[in-house]
């Protein structure tokens, strides 16, 4: 049997495995590995392409728990319906609260990122009142096309996707003449000690994050159960190997990368000269307006969740009469987004993001058991192996945790009793 909360779901079930193919890469290939290949590389040298091949493999082990986890329910909310259902409904709030903070932050990082690299183009919209119009016009168009309808969100993130790929690809492409089949496997001599491996994987692991965005929308997937593990492996599994290939041939073409402040930038000035740093450049600019897109299409369904659920006001949870979108929620991502983006730091947020990301992972990794107790009869994805890559998957997570600063925790710690504070305001005003 499958959870059957979301009998009444009054969003368009639209998203087939492709849209969800289309949500996770978007989510996963942001600004980081414009950046990650540098830092690797210095740490790790010539072994730094297995390092991110280490890592999608330890994602994997975390993707195929989710993807089970997942195959259990057919309503919106991702994470939030998982925990509600295994722990109760203060633990899903949680899960929710945290989820969001962590978005709308980064969302908020990588749009005045987006707008501080248009000022390669024109210096004005770095600062003052054009960079504050640049904000609310790509933030405000963004809303726009995800309150218009689920299609027109997917097809503009489609559309950007493609543009995202073509630089990689060309680099790639061109890269390739470079490599020298003899220097692809490094030598034993060579070897980094194994503190740095750990580091180099802390790096690398945050250029993969955020495909756990695209099970949110299960509620507008066609047959989640089946379409969402499918989408979610394929995405993992091209971005693992486009990840590999990028830094291959990073390091054959400039074999000074570890020391590059801009790495990818510096791979194309190499292989076509100032063309090839513009064209990379761009790639910065589509691949942030991409991770935009689908954040902008994922997030404002945690809080249409929550709404759902009676955690927060049920305003949230209002759907537009004609497109059928959550669009007032859709609307308070935008301005909270905004409002970050043009006038906070908000640094000490950014770094509990990646800490929320892992506690998620192992907070439904840890909903497993309870779970297949609740629905012992599923028909959708199961993971392989009995508990082996369960107990794997959540000792890497943890693993990760450790090397977490205390700031984090505790920034993170007050962030989640923020949430029962509101979680217990919330209550009263439902039994007032």
């Known amino acids: 049997m499958q959870a059957k909360a ?25 600004a980081g590995i414009f950046g990650v290949p540098a830092g690797a590389a210095a740490l790790t040298g010539p072994w730094s392409p297995l390092v991110f091949l280490g ?4 994602l994997a082990a975390v993707l195929l728990c989710l993807a089970e986890v997942a ?43 987006l707008v501080a690299t248009l000022a390669f183009f024109w210096a004005p919209a770095g600062s003052g009142a054009p960079r504050l119009i640049l904000l609310a016009l790509v933030i405000g168009a963004l809303a726009f096309v995800n ?51 750990g580091t180099a994987a802390l790096i690398v692991i945050y250029a993969f994050v955020g495909w756990e965005n695209a099970l949110v929308p299960a509620g507008e997937t066609k047959d989640p159960g089946r379409n969402m593990p499918k989408g979610l492996f394929w995405a993992l599994g091209l971005v693992t190997l486009l990840y590999v290939l990028i830094q291959v041939v990073s390091l054959a073409v400039l074999p000074e990368l570890g020391d590059s402040e801009s790495p990818l930038v ?45 955690a927060l006001p049920v305003w949230f949870s209002t759907v537009h009469p004609l497109y059928r979108t959550p669009s007032r929620s859709i609307m308070v991502f935008a301005v909270a987004s905004f409002l970050l983006a043009a006038y906070g730091s908000f640094l000490w947020l950014a770094a509990m993001s990646s800490l929320v990301r892992v506690g998620i992972y192992m907070a439904c990794i840890a909903a497993m058991p309870q779970l297949r107790k609740r629905f012992p009869d599923a028909t959708g994805y199961r993971v392989p192996l009995g508990w082996t890559i369960p107990i794997g998957a959540f000792l890497v997570c943890g693993m990760l945790l450790s090397q977490v600063q205390w700031l984090s925790l505790g920034v993170t710690a007050v962030v989640l009793l923020m949430g029962a504070g509101i979680y217990a305001w919330t209550q009263v005003k439902r039994m007032a």
């Open 147 to 197: 309150i218009i309808g689920a299609r027109q969100a997917m097809r503009s993130i489609g559309v950007l996707t493609v543009l995202k790929f073509l630089p990689l690809l060309i680099l790639c492409i061109a890269g390739l003449a470079w490599i020298d089949p003899g220097e692809l496997l490094p030598k034993s001599s060579t070897v980094p000690p194994i503190v740095d491996f």
């Open 266 to 310: 510096d791979v194309g000035a190499v292989l076509f000269g100032p063309t090839g740093a513009l064209l990379i450049t761009v790639g910065v600019i589509v691949s942030v307006g991409g991770n935009l897109a689908g954040a902008m299409f994922t997030a404002p369904r945690l809080t249409y969740a929550l709404g759902r659920e009676g």
């Open 55 to 58: 890592c999608g493999l330890l």
């Open 71 to 113: 195959s259990h329910f057919r309503g919106t909310g991702g994470p939030i319906v998982y925990l509600r259902t295994a722990f109760g409904p203060m633990a899903g709030f949680q899960a929710g609260w945290a989820f969001y903070l962590a978005r709308v932050t980064a969302f908020a990082a990588n749009a005045n990122l």
């Open 6 to 30: 979301a009998d009444d779901e009054p969003l368009l079930r639209q998203l087939t495995a492709w849209g969800i193919w289309l949500l996770a890469v978007n989510s996963m290939i942001g």
